[in-house]
């Protein structure tokens, strides 16, 4: 065998990791190569599983034994051999952060360079007075003097007091052992050789006379000196009144505002942020937000009165406990200020209101009856339901209970930095008009426009010219990857996992390196048609600088662009995990046992239906939805019918179906607590009765939870065990053969089928438990079968076989047909939950619905369902979704996949662009009307798809 170049070349020999059949490939370095295969087929486990982790590996296990104790150590992957393997980098579909303190400027670091430049060029401006604090020098405060008009008589005094209430009696005294002759105090001023009265609760400006003299050259010393005595005595100010005109001059050695208190710390980079306690807004800890009691999540219905219920939920304040003493006082609290309990609480005016929420701060007197009816006089002031929540949250010392009030707070916005999440003083430094927070928020593309515009001073210029190139990079490279509309101070956590991979990747072309192998995990989710472009550019400039890319991906667009191409499969789970096919585009099209190239080459299409479908006749309607950057917009979604929302990223999709639809109709439908985005109201509800999110979580979220326990038909199979007639001879009942419970399962790995061993700094071993064999359960329970099948053998079973065992149990039989018809005959029935991938786990939640009989009133929500799925896999979700839909129910879904667009019966497109160029509703209807819509871009990429 030719010997492969490894500067050329990544050879792989005999992969078996996870469901891979002992794969040996070649992959071209300095390419883009695309992974591409059914969802389950073995791309993850090739391209990460393996080959990034034995790149991590080697780099870790090159550190010493103390450093890779902290790194936790690496897994050999279970492959022969890898040749060629460059330094790698993984970017996957993993939210970057779930800290609150990080955000796209902290992740991206372009909030580090911020920080710099508003820390060497930033003015500091007074809140109050709006005016430039500076700091000057003795020589720049006589010049300023000495532009005043030659001749005119001057005034010095030294301000050595503002807003400082008392006497003052002994300040007087030691101005006047020290040799000074009058003070101004409130404007007036008076002889220090008087007595001087003024008001010991009123706060004073108070400042020395210094000296009155006539302004000339001849008096130049004389000014300077007496300048010189004021700086001294008022910390670094003077002001220089005009003796014949009321006009004053104020100077500050002291960064600090002439017209009152307020002055600033000393200026550097520590000061701008909001991690640090320097720059933090001390109220909330640089959070911008506090957590306070909501009176709408307090009183979540409005309609009814306090005597109907609306306060029932607060705890000992039910109108059902009328003994109760906090209800008493509450009542007391109501009576005093006339407040009736009888009408509702959306009737009552607004100071009422107000007494319900904060309560009353006067002492009210009343009556309140103990239990045994014994009657006590009390004066005190009452507390309402906000402040009462918020005493009790921080006086309980039990979790559960606080966990419980926590479910009536929300997050709002700092009263003191307003959201800005800094103190005043970091919010004072503005560059162009604007401080940092308010040139964070601006989107990505007003923040790179405002960056290549600024207009600075020939200092200025030169002191920032490195961090404005900077800048102008990292922005950019956020532009190129399709993020523009993000703002940096947008949170880490409400990143898709589309946006933060992009985030990564955009981080990851700031730093330049070469010789690098990149492993991606399809960095296309989340991207609209039109951004598509933009982020091929940025792989393919990647490569050109001398990385190799490997990217798993299913999206047509960026498999056309690749250099190379490697197909996986031929199916997923055990009957995947091969290669299928390699080399460029044409080779994937021209290989007939590649179910990419035929749906490459168009041998095979997801059709467009022959019809759409024309609904119930009944919509849910949203008026006014302006939460986030929602344009005030109303939104129809016809009932009975497949609906797909569309538009470019960030245009206002997520918030109008996750925030508004979603939040609103669990608020309905089962009186969720939860705070739905805004809107003015929302009609047609009473035509669902259930909303259900089907989400690509994990089904579980240990190895315990598999298919069989999800889908409930493990219940069946252990009812048929226990009526064995051996199982009923032995008195064995259904627990006996659950694997979570003591009984049935093996005391040894307690029903794990393995047993971990840790290996300090280096990765934990697991083995299979040597008691059952990696079976799980202890030998009397195995001895229990069922068609010569024990249990165990049963859980080991795919799909497709349990559905022939179980032919005549059509109870087992309809559940096992449902996880068939979804395209999931392949996975095993007590295959571990956290072994699948996204997809699969979502068709197993579809297959659990499928079990029940539709009402015709249940809303189906799903937020990309296409992420993880292959043009096969989609056709497979397309015939759930219809399948759905055909009972009578509606689907939902957020999508940017033209295959299902095209096939949805209704679209709502949302527009024109992201971020603040969003949140419009630019088209609706079916997808024939849309592609006639100029301005929807949807239409325009929907075009050509409707004509396969």
């Known amino acids: 065998m030719e010997k492969i170049n490894n500067r050329d070349f990544i050879s792989i020999k005999g992969a078996n990791e996870n469901n891979l059949k002992n794969v040996s490939l070649v992959i071209p370095k300095n390419k883009l190569v695309v992974f591409t295969g059914l969802s389950g087929s073995g791309k993850s486990s090739l391209a990460f599983n393996t080959i990034y982790e034995e790149g991590r590996r080697r780099y870790v296990d090159s550190l010493s034994s103390y450093a890779r104790q902290f790194l936790g150590g690496t897994k050999k992957p279970n492959v022969d051999s890898i040749e060629g393997l460059s330094p790698s980098i993984s970017i996957e579909q993993k939210t970057t952060h779930s800290n609150p303190r990080s955000t796209v400027g902290t992740i991206t670091e372009v909030h580090d360079y911020l920080r710099l430049l508003f820390a060497k060029i930033g003015k500091p401006y ?5 005016i430039e604090v500076s700091s000057q020098r003795i020589k720049d405060i006589i010049d300023s003097i000495f532009k005043i ?40 001023i008076y002889s220090l050789d008087d007595e001087i009265n003024i008001e010991k609760n009123k706060a004073h400006d108070i400042s020395i006379v210094v000296d009155r003299v006539v302004l000339n050259e001849e008096s130049k010393t004389r000014i300077t000196e007496s300048v010189n005595v004021a700086l001294e005595y008022s910390n670094g100010l003077v002001d220089i009144k005009l003796f014949d005109e009321d006009k004053i001059y104020n100077f500050s050695q002291q960064f600090a505002c002439v017209k009152c208190d307020f002055q600033m710390p000393k200026i550097e980079t520590k000061l701008f942020s909001f991690n640090s306690p320097y720059g933090m807004c001390p109220s909330c800890k640089g959070l911008g937000l506090i957590i306070e009691p909501d009176i709408d999540l307090i009183i979540p219905d409005k309609k009814y009165s306090i005597l109907e219920g609306a306060i029932d939920k607060m705890p000992g304040l039910s109108s059902k406990n009328s003994d109760s003493i906090a209800w008493q006082e509450f009542c007391a609290l109501m009576n005093h200020f ?55 949250f921080v006086e309980t010392n039990s979790e559960e209970m606080r966990q419980w009030y926590s479910k009536f707070m929300s997050e709002t916005p700092c009263k003191d930095c307003k959201g800005q999440r800094l103190n005043k003083y970091a919010l004072a430094v503005k ?5 940092i927070h308010q040139f964070s928020s601006l989107s990505i593309e007003e923040e790179f426009n405002k960056i290549i515009s600024l207009k600075l001073n020939e200092e200025d210029e030169e002191i920032s010219h490195m961090i404005v190139e900077e800048l102008k990079s990292r922005l950019g490279f956020l532009k190129n990857v399709g993020l523009e509309y993000l703002s ?106 590649s179910i990419t190239g035929q749906y490459l080459s168009q041998e095979k299409v997801i059709k467009v239906p022959n019809f759409r479908r024309k609904g119930t006749g009944y919509n849910i309607e949203i008026f006014g939805a302006r939460e986030n950057n929602l344009k005030n917009i109303d939104v129809k979604f016809p009932l009975g019918k497949l609906i797909s929302v569309t538009g470019v990223s960030g245009s206002g999709k997520s918030t109008l179906v996750n925030e508004v639809l979603v939040k609103s109709l669990e608020k309905i439908l089962n009186k969720s607590s939860v705070k739905p985005g805004k809107c003015s109201k929302i009609v047609g509800t009473l035509n669902i009765d259930k909303i259900i999110k089907v989400s690509q979580s994990p089904i579980g979220k240990t190895p315990r939870s598999n298919p069989a326990t999800y889908t409930s038909i493990f219940d ?23 694997f979570n419970v003591p009984g049935g399962r093996c005391d ?64 087992i039989r309809e559940k096992l047909q449902t996880l068939e018809d979804v395209g999931l005959g392949y996975i095993k029935l007590g295959q571990p939950s956290t072994t699948l991938s996204g997809g699969e786990a979502q068709r197993i939640k579809l297959a659990t619905f499928l079990q029940k009989k539709p009402s015709g009133k249940t809303l189906f929500v799903l937020d990309e369902p296409t992420t993880g799925l292959h043009s096969y896999d989609i056709q497979n979700l397309l015939n759930i979704l219809n399948r759905i839909v055909d009972g009578g129910d509606t689907v939902v879904v957020i999508e940017h996949n033209l295959d299902v667009i095209k096939c949805s019966d209704y679209i709502i497109d949302l527009g024109p662009q992201g971020g603040n160029k969003g949140g419009q509703l630019v088209a609706c209807g079916s997808p024939e009307e849309i592609i006639k819509n100029e301005k929807s871009l949807t239409g325009i990429y929907l075009k050509p798809f409707l004509k396969k």
């Open 748 to 811: 040894k790995c307690q029903g794990d089928g393995y047993i971990r061993i840790e290996m300090q700094f280096l990765p934990s071993v697991y083995i299979p438990c040597n008691h059952c064999d990696g079976k799980r359960y202890n030998y009397e329970t195995l001895e229990i079968k069922y068609k010569n099948k024990s249990i165990a053998d049963v859980l080991d079973m795919r799909v497709t076989e349990a559905l022939s065992f179980f032919e005549n149990r059509s109870k």
């Open 149 to 188: 008009k030659e001749g005119s008589k001057l005034l010095i005094f030294s301000p050595i007091a503002k807003k400082q209430k008392g006497t003052n009696k002994n300040l007087f005294n030691k101005l006047r052992q020290d040799g000074f002759l009058r003070v101004q105090v409130d404007g007036n």
């Open 716 to 738: 069946d199979i252990r009812d048929l065990f226990a009526s064995v007639e051996l199982a009923r001879a032995r008195g064995y009942e259904k627990g006996r053969f659950s």
């Open 431 to 435: 560059i162009d008009g604007l401080n």
């Open 126 to 130: 007074c809140p109050t007075h709006k």
């Open 488 to 593: 940096l101070t947008r949170t880490a956590e409400t990143l898709s996992g589309g946006e933060a991979q992009r985030i990564r990747l955009a981080t990851q072309i700031g730093s330049r390196l070469t010789g690098i192998l990149y492993v991606l995990d399809e960095p296309s989710i989340g991207l609209h048609q039109s951004d598509n472009t933009k982020l091929i550019n940025v792989l393919k400039q990647m490569v050109e600088i001398g990385n190799t890319l490997i990217v798993v991906e299913h999206d047509e667009e960026t498999i056309m662009a690749a250099d190379y191409i490697v197909d996986i499969g031929p199916y997923a789970g055990d009957r995947g995990g091969e290669v299928v096919a390699f080399g460029t585009l044409e080779d994937i099209k021209a290989n007939k046992k």
């Open 338 to 392: 006339k407040i009736p309990l009888n009408v509702p609480i959306d009737e009552l005016l607004p100071n009422q209101i107000d007494i319900i929420k904060y309560g009353s701060d006067e002492e009210i007197e009343y009556t309140i009856f103990s239990k045994d009816n014994k009657k006590h006089l009390k004066k005190n002031s009452i507390e309402g339901l906000i402040t009462r929540l918020a005493r009790l």
